[in-house]
């Protein structure tokens, strides 16, 4: 069997493909098959761009009406391949529509899905995909056994997004078949946490602040740092569960993967789910009081001091510019 | 109103991850201890319980040897009993065959009006697992669920999203995954932790569940390769001398950020 129909399950927002999904048609075009892309929700107003990407068919499944994306997005996939129409690889975004989709798919095909993936390769028959563990020091690639359709999520940033050959962009409706009370939850109501400035995941420079800021009031030297530097702020796991910023902000494994010019880490001692989502930048300068902690291992330039000294220095040689 | 919490027992995370060099899959034959994620969802259910007036929490885990210490903890929180699915035979199992053992496990319990799972687990994190359970059962799930409240038979939850939070409801019984830091974890008390040693405590073995096949056999995978990343190199560490600010903020202007 060799894998040629390859579908990526892609978001949008703002009118537009996301760059995740971007990045995951990218990738699906380099392997030269058939690339399609499902969309959960209604999918006219970007099917043209999908198209562009690379998309010869947009599945789309029309407005969701309330219903939660895992159950729904299964339910239709399941049956598009029920009715013939299959792909050999699914690739998704390893965030909270992608997994709760994938995951329920995974239970209605029989199938394993491999998560938390950077990287895939296909070699006649054989999939693999690479996972970074233990903070990203090792790489694990794992083969898919048995029979397609192969499931796999993938984290942000994994592939660069890149223009190339378009496809037709072909809208096709995907029904979301009843499926019973695996469907019967609901929303009621959406809430959008407002953030002002660049977007964490795609600002310059990132300034994230952690546990090493001793309270929540601490917190607005990061955001006044990140004003002047104009900067987007995050925060360490620990201080989002601690309730001092929102989850927006969380930067790590289970938050967003940013990849910035620069990222200042103050305070953050750099714990495997932290250093996870922001190794990958460009430059690193941490400041902290443990001079043995991990996150200087990864700095370019590492300060190993208080952060409530260090920081309102910095903060006023960069207002008196 | 009774709850079953999915919980997993990992190797102690303050220590080093290793894996089993004949396997390649990660090292769990040491001690194991209660995932501080599942704490968040125990101490949820116990919540709920309370609130509801009456019921009790139980528990199921999976390992592939015979560790109790991490359900022992979560039972000397307040939850009432617990089944262990141990078995050598699980070694090597992906993510959707745990789920179908553990959603073995809850009908052996004989279901709940609440399932509890974490987000994901601290060592393995694939994060699929709660959501695979509740299809497998045929029940409505809510995943990252920050705020929970029950009425009756419909649930109201608070959703965390990538831009803020979803309001959703749902009827009973159902599924949720809840993320750290929605609840304080209390810590077992001296009678908490001596009642726990007599609470019940099931092992029961995959053929007792009447699953198969399992582990490797299971598995929809196979590790073919384990590399080191390349590794990020440690630059200048210098100590503050009061004076160090000046060096970030020449580093910044070499990058011309400044």
């Known amino acids: ?321 | 109103m009774n709850v079953i919490v999915c919980v997993k027992q990992i190797p102690d995370p303050a220590l080093p991850g290793a894996l089993d060099s004949s396997s390649n899959t990660l090292k769990r034959d040491g001690k194991l201890i209660l995932d501080e994620s599942d704490s968040y969802g125990v101490e949820m259910a116990l919540q709920l319980v309370t609130a509801a007036g009456g019921g009790e929490v139980s528990l199921v885990s999976m390992a592939p040897n015979g560790e109790v210490s991490g359900l022992r903890t979560a039972l000397a929180m307040g939850a009432a009993k617990a089944v262990l699915v141990s078995d050598p035979a699980l070694k090597g199992s992906d993510a959707l065959t745990t789920a179908k053992v553990l959603a073995a496990a809850v009908q052996r319990l004989g279901g709940a009006d609440l399932i509890i799972g974490a987000t994901e687990s601290s060592d393995g994190y694939t994060g699929t697992v709660p959501e695979q359970i509740a299809e497998i059962l045929g029940l409505p799930s809510v995943t990252f669920a920050k705020k929970v409240t029950i009425d009756g038979s419909t649930m109201h939850i608070e959703r965390q999203t990538e831009q803020g939070y979803d309001e959703v409801t749902s009827p009973l019984p159902a599924l949720i995954s809840v993320t750290a830091g929605v609840v304080e974890p209390r810590y077992p008390s001296f009678k908490g932790i001596m009642a726990a040693k007599s609470k019940p405590l099931e092992t029961v073995t995959v053929a007792d569940l009447g699953i198969t096949p399992v582990g490797w056999d299971g598995a929809g995978q196979t590790i073919v390769n384990v590399s080191q990343a390349e590794a990020r190199k440690a630059g200048e560490v210098i100590e503050d001398d009061g004076e160090t600010f000046t060096k970030v903020v020449s580093y910044l202007e070499t990058l011309k950020l400044i």
């Open chain 1, 1 to 321: 069997m060799t894998i040629s129909t390859i579908w990526v399950f892609a978001q949008a927002q703002d009118g537009a493909p996301t760059t995740g999904t971007l990045e995951l048609l990218t990738k699906a075009r380099s392997f030269g098959g058939t690339v399609s892309a499902f969309f959960l929700g209604d999918a006219a107003p970007v099917a043209a761009a999908l198209g562009a990407a690379g998309a010869a068919k947009v599945y789309s499944t029309g407005d969701l009406a309330g219903q939660l994306p895992g159950p729904a997005g299964a339910a239709a996939i399941k049956a598009l391949i029920d009715g013939g129409d299959a792909p050999d690889l699914f690739l998704f975004p390893q965030n909270y529509e992608g997994r709760d989709t994938v995951a329920r798919l995974s239970v209605q095909l029989d199938r394993t899905v491999l998560t938390n993936n950077t990287d895939i390769a296909i070699d006649g028959d054989a999939v693999t995909v690479t996972t970074p563990i233990f903070g990203g020091n090792t790489l694990v690639t794992t083969q898919f056994a048995g029979s397609a359709p192969y499931l796999a999520t993938f984290r942000p940033k994994s592939f660069a997004a890149e223009e190339g050959a378009a496809a037709a962009g072909e809208l096709v409706t995907a029904a979301i078949p009843e499926h019973g009370a695996t469907g019967a939850a609901r929303i009621t109501a959406v809430h959008v946490e407002e953030s002002s400035g660049p977007k964490l995941d795609e600002a310059r420079v990132v300034v994230s602040g952690g546990r090493g800021l001793g309270d929540a009031g601490a917190y607005s030297m990061i955001e006044t740092l990140a004003k002047l530097l104009k900067a987007a702020p995050g925060a360490s796991r620990a201080i989002v569960d601690a309730g001092w910023v929102p989850y927006s902000y969380q930067v790590g494994q289970t938050g967003k993967v940013v990849k910035p010019e620069v990222y200042i880490a103050a305070g953050i001692s750099g714990a495997t789910q932290h250093m996870v989502g922001m190794k990958g930048s460009k430059h690193i300068i941490a400041i902290n009081k443990d001079k043995e902690a991990p996150i200087f291992s990864i700095a370019d330039l590492g300060i190993v001091g208080d952060v409530h000294k260090v920081l309102p220095k910095l903060i006023e040689a960069l207002q008196a510019r």
